[in-house]
Protein backbone atom coordinates (compact mmCIF):
# COMPACT_ATOMS: atom_id res chain seq x y z
CA UNK A 1 0.00 0.00 0.00
CA UNK A 2 1.03 3.38 -0.75
CA UNK A 3 0.60 6.19 2.09
CA UNK A 4 0.97 10.09 1.47
CA UNK A 5 3.28 11.05 3.60
CA UNK A 6 5.07 14.51 4.89
CA UNK A 7 8.34 15.29 2.93
CA UNK A 8 11.57 15.59 4.74
CA UNK A 9 9.67 13.78 8.51
CA UNK A 10 12.04 10.96 9.69
CA UNK A 11 11.13 8.40 12.03
CA UNK A 12 13.95 9.44 14.62
CA UNK A 13 11.92 12.75 15.25
CA UNK A 14 9.80 9.88 16.98
CA UNK A 15 11.88 9.90 19.91
CA UNK A 16 11.76 13.39 20.32
CA UNK A 17 7.92 14.24 20.01
CA UNK A 18 7.71 11.26 22.70
CA UNK A 19 10.26 13.27 24.75
CA UNK A 20 7.70 16.34 24.40
CA UNK A 21 4.96 14.42 25.46
CA UNK A 22 3.42 16.34 28.92
CA UNK A 23 4.84 14.69 31.93
CA UNK A 24 2.40 12.41 33.07
CA UNK A 25 2.54 8.46 34.43
CA UNK A 26 1.93 7.23 30.72
CA UNK A 27 4.07 9.73 29.31
CA UNK A 28 6.93 9.32 31.50
CA UNK A 29 7.12 5.45 31.21
CA UNK A 30 6.02 5.85 27.42
CA UNK A 31 9.39 8.21 27.15
CA UNK A 32 11.45 6.37 29.48
CA UNK A 33 11.24 2.69 28.91
CA UNK A 34 13.26 1.61 26.79
CA UNK A 35 14.12 4.60 24.30
CA UNK A 36 17.98 4.12 25.11
CA UNK A 37 18.13 0.28 24.76
CA UNK A 38 15.78 1.25 21.68
CA UNK A 39 17.93 3.18 19.79
CA UNK A 40 20.87 0.85 20.68
CA UNK A 41 19.23 -1.26 18.97
CA UNK A 42 18.39 0.31 15.87
CA UNK A 43 21.59 1.45 15.54
CA UNK A 44 23.30 -1.92 16.03
CA UNK A 45 20.70 -3.59 13.12
CA UNK A 46 21.72 -0.80 11.16
CA UNK A 47 25.33 -1.53 11.46
CA UNK A 48 24.35 -5.39 10.75
CA UNK A 49 22.51 -4.25 7.68
CA UNK A 50 25.22 -2.31 6.57
CA UNK A 51 27.96 -4.63 7.37
CA UNK A 52 25.64 -7.59 5.78
CA UNK A 53 25.80 -9.34 9.40
CA UNK A 54 22.04 -9.67 9.61
CA UNK A 55 18.64 -8.01 8.05
CA UNK A 56 17.29 -7.50 11.70
CA UNK A 57 14.08 -4.71 12.31
CA UNK A 58 12.56 -3.24 15.07
CA UNK A 59 8.40 -3.44 14.03
CA UNK A 60 6.24 -0.30 13.90
CA UNK A 61 4.67 0.19 17.27
CA UNK A 62 1.25 -0.83 16.09
CA UNK A 63 -1.48 1.28 16.12
CA UNK A 64 -5.80 1.04 15.99
CA UNK A 65 -6.18 3.90 13.22
CA UNK A 66 -9.86 5.05 13.74
CA UNK A 67 -10.16 8.72 12.10
CA UNK A 68 -8.08 9.95 8.93
CA UNK A 69 -8.16 13.54 7.58
CA UNK A 70 -7.92 13.10 3.59
CA UNK A 71 -8.80 16.87 3.60
CA UNK A 72 -5.04 18.08 2.25
CA UNK A 73 -4.97 15.35 -0.61
CA UNK A 74 -0.73 15.91 -0.35
CA UNK A 75 -0.79 14.53 3.18
CA UNK A 76 -3.40 12.36 4.79
CA UNK A 77 -3.41 12.90 8.67
CA UNK A 78 -3.90 10.42 11.64
CA UNK A 79 -6.65 12.43 13.64
CA UNK A 80 -7.57 9.94 15.70
CA UNK A 81 -5.50 6.26 17.04
CA UNK A 82 -4.82 4.14 19.93
CA UNK A 83 -1.59 2.10 20.91
CA UNK A 84 -2.13 -1.56 19.99
CA UNK A 85 -0.44 -4.07 22.87
CA UNK A 86 1.84 -6.05 20.38
CA UNK A 87 0.95 -9.54 19.05
CA UNK A 88 4.59 -10.40 18.57
CA UNK A 89 8.30 -9.74 19.39
CA UNK A 90 9.33 -6.25 18.50
CA UNK A 91 12.28 -7.46 16.30
CA UNK A 92 12.91 -9.73 13.96
CA UNK A 93 15.12 -10.64 10.71
CA UNK A 94 17.22 -13.38 9.29
CA UNK A 95 21.70 -13.92 9.30
CA UNK A 96 22.59 -16.26 7.47
CA UNK A 97 19.59 -18.11 6.55
CA UNK A 98 18.62 -18.41 10.77
CA UNK A 99 15.44 -16.51 11.62
CA UNK A 100 15.62 -13.98 14.83
CA UNK A 101 13.32 -13.16 16.84
CA UNK A 102 13.40 -11.25 19.69
CA UNK A 103 11.88 -8.79 22.43
CA UNK A 104 13.97 -5.93 23.87
CA UNK A 105 12.94 -4.83 28.01
CA UNK A 106 14.07 -2.32 30.20
CA UNK A 107 13.86 -2.16 34.30
CA UNK A 108 14.90 0.15 36.65
CA UNK A 109 14.72 -2.55 39.48
CA UNK A 110 18.23 -3.04 40.61
CA UNK A 111 17.19 -7.13 41.71
CA UNK A 112 15.27 -8.40 39.78
CA UNK A 113 12.92 -8.19 36.24
CA UNK A 114 9.32 -8.21 36.37
CA UNK A 115 7.45 -10.37 34.44
CA UNK A 116 4.86 -7.83 33.93
CA UNK A 117 6.75 -6.58 31.28
CA UNK A 118 5.54 -9.09 28.91
CA UNK A 119 2.26 -10.10 27.82
CA UNK A 120 0.98 -13.72 27.48
CA UNK A 121 0.49 -13.57 23.87
CA UNK A 122 4.38 -12.67 23.08
CA UNK A 123 5.39 -15.33 25.54
CA UNK A 124 3.14 -17.67 23.06
CA UNK A 125 4.60 -15.88 20.35
CA UNK A 126 8.09 -16.90 21.12
CA UNK A 127 7.15 -20.43 21.54
CA UNK A 128 5.59 -20.93 17.88
CA UNK A 129 8.73 -19.06 16.86
CA UNK A 130 10.63 -21.80 18.85
CA UNK A 131 9.04 -24.71 17.29
CA UNK A 132 9.47 -23.55 13.80
CA UNK A 133 13.08 -24.10 14.73
CA UNK A 134 13.66 -20.37 14.86
CA UNK A 135 15.87 -18.39 17.39
CA UNK A 136 14.26 -16.56 20.41
CA UNK A 137 15.19 -14.64 23.08
CA UNK A 138 15.09 -11.82 25.28
CA UNK A 139 17.41 -8.79 25.65
CA UNK A 140 17.08 -6.79 29.22
CA UNK A 141 18.42 -3.88 29.80
CA UNK A 142 18.89 -2.76 33.69
CA UNK A 143 18.73 0.67 33.60
CA UNK A 144 20.14 1.77 36.81
CA UNK A 145 23.29 -0.17 36.66
CA UNK A 146 23.52 0.32 32.59
CA UNK A 147 23.85 -4.01 32.56
CA UNK A 148 22.12 -5.64 29.57
CA UNK A 149 21.98 -9.61 29.56
CA UNK A 150 20.28 -12.22 26.63
CA UNK A 151 18.55 -14.76 27.86
CA UNK A 152 17.57 -17.41 25.88
CA UNK A 153 13.83 -17.97 25.26
CA UNK A 154 13.93 -21.36 27.32
CA UNK A 155 14.64 -19.28 29.95
CA UNK A 156 12.26 -16.96 30.19
CA UNK A 157 9.59 -19.81 29.45
CA UNK A 158 10.65 -21.40 32.63
CA UNK A 159 10.68 -18.34 34.53
CA UNK A 160 7.05 -17.47 33.01
CA UNK A 161 5.88 -20.78 34.16
CA UNK A 162 7.02 -20.43 37.69
CA UNK A 163 5.01 -17.18 37.65
CA UNK A 164 2.04 -19.07 35.69
CA UNK A 165 2.09 -22.07 38.75
CA UNK A 166 2.13 -19.20 41.29
CA UNK A 167 5.76 -18.80 41.98
CA UNK A 168 7.40 -15.14 42.07
CA UNK A 169 5.76 -12.67 39.27
CA UNK A 170 9.65 -11.68 38.65
CA UNK A 171 13.20 -12.87 37.45
CA UNK A 172 15.97 -12.36 39.95
CA UNK A 173 19.13 -10.32 38.76
CA UNK A 174 21.01 -13.45 40.30
CA UNK A 175 18.93 -15.82 37.71
CA UNK A 176 19.64 -13.36 34.94
CA UNK A 177 23.61 -13.43 35.92
CA UNK A 178 23.47 -17.33 35.92
CA UNK A 179 21.48 -18.09 33.09
CA UNK A 180 22.09 -15.01 31.11
CA UNK A 181 24.86 -13.81 28.90
CA UNK A 182 26.09 -10.32 29.53
CA UNK A 183 26.29 -7.89 26.27
CA UNK A 184 29.28 -5.14 27.03
CA UNK A 185 27.98 -2.15 25.53
CA UNK A 186 29.96 -1.52 22.52
CA UNK A 187 30.61 0.79 19.51
CA UNK A 188 29.81 -0.91 16.32
CA UNK A 189 28.11 -2.51 17.20
CA UNK A 190 26.59 -1.27 20.11
CA UNK A 191 24.95 -3.87 21.53
CA UNK A 192 26.55 -6.82 19.68
CA UNK A 193 23.88 -9.66 20.22
CA UNK A 194 24.39 -11.87 17.25
CA UNK A 195 28.44 -12.78 18.22
CA UNK A 196 26.34 -14.59 21.81
CA UNK A 197 23.76 -16.18 19.36
CA UNK A 198 26.18 -17.18 16.86
CA UNK A 199 28.11 -18.81 19.73
CA UNK A 200 25.11 -20.22 21.15
CA UNK A 201 23.77 -21.55 18.06
CA UNK A 202 27.20 -22.41 16.07
CA UNK A 203 26.20 -20.65 12.91
CA UNK B 1 6.61 -1.09 25.84
CA UNK B 2 3.30 -1.50 27.45
CA UNK B 3 0.20 0.82 26.02
CA UNK B 4 -3.42 1.57 27.13
CA UNK B 5 -5.43 0.64 24.68
CA UNK B 6 -9.59 0.78 24.54
CA UNK B 7 -10.80 -2.80 25.31
CA UNK B 8 -12.70 -4.69 23.18
CA UNK B 9 -11.34 -2.76 20.19
CA UNK B 10 -9.91 -4.81 17.63
CA UNK B 11 -7.53 -4.35 14.70
CA UNK B 12 -9.83 -5.73 12.38
CA UNK B 13 -11.73 -2.35 13.13
CA UNK B 14 -8.88 -0.89 11.27
CA UNK B 15 -10.35 -1.92 7.87
CA UNK B 16 -13.88 -1.17 8.71
CA UNK B 17 -12.48 2.58 9.90
CA UNK B 18 -10.47 2.57 6.24
CA UNK B 19 -13.29 1.98 4.53
CA UNK B 20 -15.47 4.77 6.11
CA UNK B 21 -13.23 7.88 4.87
CA UNK B 22 -14.31 10.00 2.67
CA UNK B 23 -14.04 8.97 -1.07
CA UNK B 24 -11.08 11.35 -2.16
CA UNK B 25 -8.32 10.09 -4.02
CA UNK B 26 -6.37 9.10 -1.04
CA UNK B 27 -8.91 7.18 0.38
CA UNK B 28 -9.97 5.42 -2.50
CA UNK B 29 -6.58 3.96 -3.23
CA UNK B 30 -6.11 3.39 0.61
CA UNK B 31 -9.40 1.31 1.37
CA UNK B 32 -9.50 -0.54 -2.16
CA UNK B 33 -5.83 -1.58 -2.54
CA UNK B 34 -4.91 -4.75 -1.09
CA UNK B 35 -7.80 -4.79 1.33
CA UNK B 36 -8.97 -8.13 0.30
CA UNK B 37 -5.74 -9.80 -0.19
CA UNK B 38 -4.89 -8.26 2.85
CA UNK B 39 -7.71 -9.91 4.99
CA UNK B 40 -6.70 -13.89 3.08
CA UNK B 41 -3.36 -13.34 3.77
CA UNK B 42 -4.11 -12.67 7.35
CA UNK B 43 -6.27 -15.37 7.27
CA UNK B 44 -4.37 -17.81 5.63
CA UNK B 45 -1.32 -17.05 8.08
CA UNK B 46 -3.64 -17.48 11.12
CA UNK B 47 -4.41 -21.14 9.48
CA UNK B 48 -1.21 -21.54 9.15
CA UNK B 49 0.15 -20.05 13.16
CA UNK B 50 -2.99 -22.28 14.15
CA UNK B 51 -1.72 -25.56 12.20
CA UNK B 52 1.86 -25.24 13.29
CA UNK B 53 2.90 -24.98 10.04
CA UNK B 54 4.55 -21.48 10.08
CA UNK B 55 4.74 -18.31 12.39
CA UNK B 56 4.15 -15.23 9.48
CA UNK B 57 2.39 -12.18 10.40
CA UNK B 58 1.84 -8.81 8.73
CA UNK B 59 3.73 -5.77 10.06
CA UNK B 60 2.08 -3.04 11.62
CA UNK B 61 1.64 -0.21 9.14
CA UNK B 62 4.38 2.54 9.95
CA UNK B 63 2.82 5.56 11.58
CA UNK B 64 4.76 8.64 12.39
CA UNK B 65 3.22 10.00 15.61
CA UNK B 66 3.75 13.36 16.27
CA UNK B 67 1.00 14.09 18.96
CA UNK B 68 -0.77 12.07 21.89
CA UNK B 69 -3.17 12.99 24.12
CA UNK B 70 -2.19 11.62 27.98
CA UNK B 71 -5.71 13.84 29.34
CA UNK B 72 -6.86 10.49 30.04
CA UNK B 73 -4.72 8.29 31.91
CA UNK B 74 -6.79 5.19 31.12
CA UNK B 75 -6.63 5.76 27.47
CA UNK B 76 -3.38 7.30 25.70
CA UNK B 77 -4.84 8.90 22.29
CA UNK B 78 -2.65 9.29 19.33
CA UNK B 79 -4.20 13.04 17.94
CA UNK B 80 -1.24 13.72 15.04
CA UNK B 81 0.28 11.16 13.68
CA UNK B 82 1.26 10.60 9.36
CA UNK B 83 1.63 7.40 7.24
CA UNK B 84 4.75 6.42 6.78
CA UNK B 85 6.55 4.57 3.70
CA UNK B 86 7.33 0.83 5.24
CA UNK B 87 11.34 0.32 5.00
CA UNK B 88 10.33 -3.19 4.35
CA UNK B 89 8.23 -5.54 3.26
CA UNK B 90 4.88 -5.98 5.43
CA UNK B 91 5.15 -9.84 6.10
CA UNK B 92 7.66 -12.17 7.43
CA UNK B 93 8.19 -14.67 9.32
CA UNK B 94 9.84 -18.23 10.15
CA UNK B 95 8.57 -21.83 8.63
CA UNK B 96 10.75 -24.64 9.43
CA UNK B 97 13.47 -22.73 10.37
CA UNK B 98 13.21 -20.67 7.28
CA UNK B 99 13.21 -16.73 7.02
CA UNK B 100 10.13 -16.40 5.10
CA UNK B 101 9.75 -12.14 3.63
CA UNK B 102 7.23 -11.16 1.23
CA UNK B 103 4.95 -8.26 -0.21
CA UNK B 104 1.67 -8.71 -1.28
CA UNK B 105 0.17 -6.16 -3.94
CA UNK B 106 -2.80 -5.78 -6.06
CA UNK B 107 -3.75 -4.02 -9.18
CA UNK B 108 -6.57 -3.15 -11.21
CA UNK B 109 -4.94 -3.65 -14.50
CA UNK B 110 -5.30 -6.69 -16.71
CA UNK B 111 -2.43 -6.21 -18.76
CA UNK B 112 0.30 -5.52 -16.29
CA UNK B 113 1.77 -5.27 -12.84
CA UNK B 114 3.12 -1.61 -12.54
CA UNK B 115 6.37 -1.53 -10.75
CA UNK B 116 5.72 1.85 -8.75
CA UNK B 117 3.67 -0.30 -6.23
CA UNK B 118 7.44 -0.87 -5.05
CA UNK B 119 9.39 1.44 -3.99
CA UNK B 120 13.36 1.53 -4.16
CA UNK B 121 14.10 0.31 -0.64
CA UNK B 122 11.25 -2.28 -1.12
CA UNK B 123 13.47 -3.80 -3.30
CA UNK B 124 16.52 -3.42 -1.70
CA UNK B 125 15.33 -4.77 1.59
CA UNK B 126 14.55 -8.39 -0.30
CA UNK B 127 18.35 -8.29 -1.96
CA UNK B 128 19.41 -7.65 1.92
CA UNK B 129 17.30 -10.58 2.66
CA UNK B 130 18.20 -12.95 -0.15
CA UNK B 131 21.73 -12.00 0.64
CA UNK B 132 21.24 -13.16 4.05
CA UNK B 133 19.56 -16.80 2.86
CA UNK B 134 16.27 -16.03 3.48
CA UNK B 135 13.39 -16.26 1.13
CA UNK B 136 11.75 -13.34 -0.64
CA UNK B 137 9.35 -12.79 -2.84
CA UNK B 138 5.76 -11.42 -3.95
CA UNK B 139 2.05 -12.32 -3.70
CA UNK B 140 0.24 -10.41 -7.13
CA UNK B 141 -3.56 -9.84 -7.50
CA UNK B 142 -5.34 -9.00 -10.17
CA UNK B 143 -8.44 -7.81 -8.70
CA UNK B 144 -10.48 -7.89 -11.94
CA UNK B 145 -9.80 -11.36 -12.90
CA UNK B 146 -9.09 -12.25 -9.62
CA UNK B 147 -5.64 -14.28 -10.22
CA UNK B 148 -3.12 -14.35 -7.92
CA UNK B 149 0.72 -15.04 -8.27
CA UNK B 150 3.73 -15.61 -6.58
CA UNK B 151 6.68 -14.33 -8.29
CA UNK B 152 10.13 -15.12 -7.14
CA UNK B 153 11.70 -12.26 -6.13
CA UNK B 154 14.50 -13.08 -8.53
CA UNK B 155 12.26 -12.21 -11.13
CA UNK B 156 11.38 -9.09 -9.39
CA UNK B 157 15.29 -7.96 -9.54
CA UNK B 158 15.04 -9.06 -12.88
CA UNK B 159 11.92 -6.55 -14.10
CA UNK B 160 12.90 -3.66 -11.74
CA UNK B 161 16.77 -3.65 -13.25
CA UNK B 162 14.86 -3.57 -16.70
CA UNK B 163 13.01 -0.59 -15.67
CA UNK B 164 15.79 1.44 -13.92
CA UNK B 165 18.03 0.66 -17.09
CA UNK B 166 15.39 2.77 -19.47
CA UNK B 167 12.62 -0.32 -19.97
CA UNK B 168 8.81 -0.48 -18.89
CA UNK B 169 7.52 0.42 -15.75
CA UNK B 170 5.60 -2.84 -15.20
CA UNK B 171 5.98 -6.70 -15.49
CA UNK B 172 3.83 -7.93 -18.45
CA UNK B 173 0.65 -10.14 -17.35
CA UNK B 174 2.52 -12.36 -19.92
CA UNK B 175 5.62 -12.25 -17.90
CA UNK B 176 3.77 -12.68 -14.64
CA UNK B 177 2.06 -15.98 -16.01
CA UNK B 178 5.44 -17.07 -17.44
CA UNK B 179 7.66 -17.23 -14.43
CA UNK B 180 5.20 -16.73 -11.59
CA UNK B 181 3.13 -19.23 -9.80
CA UNK B 182 -0.07 -18.78 -9.71
CA UNK B 183 -2.32 -19.85 -6.33
CA UNK B 184 -5.83 -20.89 -6.61
CA UNK B 185 -7.81 -19.22 -4.01
CA UNK B 186 -8.74 -22.34 -1.54
CA UNK B 187 -10.94 -22.39 2.03
CA UNK B 188 -8.19 -23.68 4.35
CA UNK B 189 -5.69 -21.80 4.01
CA UNK B 190 -7.33 -19.21 1.14
CA UNK B 191 -3.71 -18.57 -0.12
CA UNK B 192 -1.75 -21.04 -0.03
CA UNK B 193 1.74 -19.74 -0.98
CA UNK B 194 3.71 -21.88 1.27
CA UNK B 195 2.85 -25.02 -0.74
CA UNK B 196 4.42 -23.37 -3.75
CA UNK B 197 7.51 -21.77 -1.49
CA UNK B 198 8.02 -24.79 -0.09
CA UNK B 199 7.86 -27.07 -3.64
CA UNK B 200 10.49 -24.32 -4.83
CA UNK B 201 13.12 -24.77 -2.05
CA UNK B 202 12.19 -28.34 -1.37
CA UNK B 203 11.55 -28.35 2.65
Known amino acids: MEFHYPNGRKYENLS ?13 NYSNRGMTLEEDLNETNRYYLTSGIAVIHKKPTPVQ ?28 GVCEGKYIDFEAKETKS ?6 KNFHSHQIEHMHHVVKQNGIAFVIIR ?9 LESKFLFAYWDRMISGGRKSISKKEIVAHGHKIKLGYRPRIDYLKI ?6 F
Do not use: G, M, W
Open 16 to 28: AAKQKTPDTTAAT
Open 142 to 150: FSTTEEIFL
Open 110 to 115: KTSFPL
Open 65 to 92: IVHVDYAKRSTAVIKEAYFRQASTTDYN
Open 197 to 202: IREIYA
